[in-house]
């Protein structure tokens, strides 16, 4: 009923820059806040940044400075800037949602396909 699509990962230096975009799309009634996460191979999958639907913004420290997440709610996207990129932050990152698709429905969990970060010399 909702799908979200990632694009915008790829191999980058250290120091480098990369964005990342993430559509919804669908039965979507009003989306309550968008998310990237980020999974590591042989790490747990770790919450990076929160936009919400009124545009507070919430970063885990180890990225706090360097990315930045912005929305457009009218297209239901969701980007990630990412600056000064580290080895650490290579890793699969997933576009996750809140999604309420009638108005009286819950608040429904989607998460897109992941995209690879690769940042290395």
């Known amino acids: 009923q909702v799908q979200l699509v990632e694009s915008g990962g790829g191999l980058v230096q250290p120091g480098g820059s990369l964005r990342l975009s993430c559509a919804a799309s669908g039965s979507i009634f009003s989306i309550n806040a968008m998310c990237w996460y980020r999974q590591a191979p042989g790490k747990q999958r770790e919450l990076v940044a929160t936009?919400?639907?009124?545009?507070?913004?919430n970063y885990a420290d180890s990225v706090q400075g360097r990315f930045t997440i912005s929305t457009d709610n009218a297209k239901n996207t969701v980007d990630l800037q990412m600056s000064s990129l580290k080895p650490e932050d290579t890793a699969v990152y997933y576009c996750?949602?809140?999604?309420?698709?009638?108005?009286?429905?819950?608040?429904?969990?989607?998460w897109g396909q992941g995209t690879q970060v690769t940042v290395s010399a």
């Open positions: 936009v919400t639907n009124n545009g507070s913004t």
């Open positions: 996750y949602a809140q999604v309420r698709i009638r108005f009286t429905g819950p608040y429904g969990s989607y």
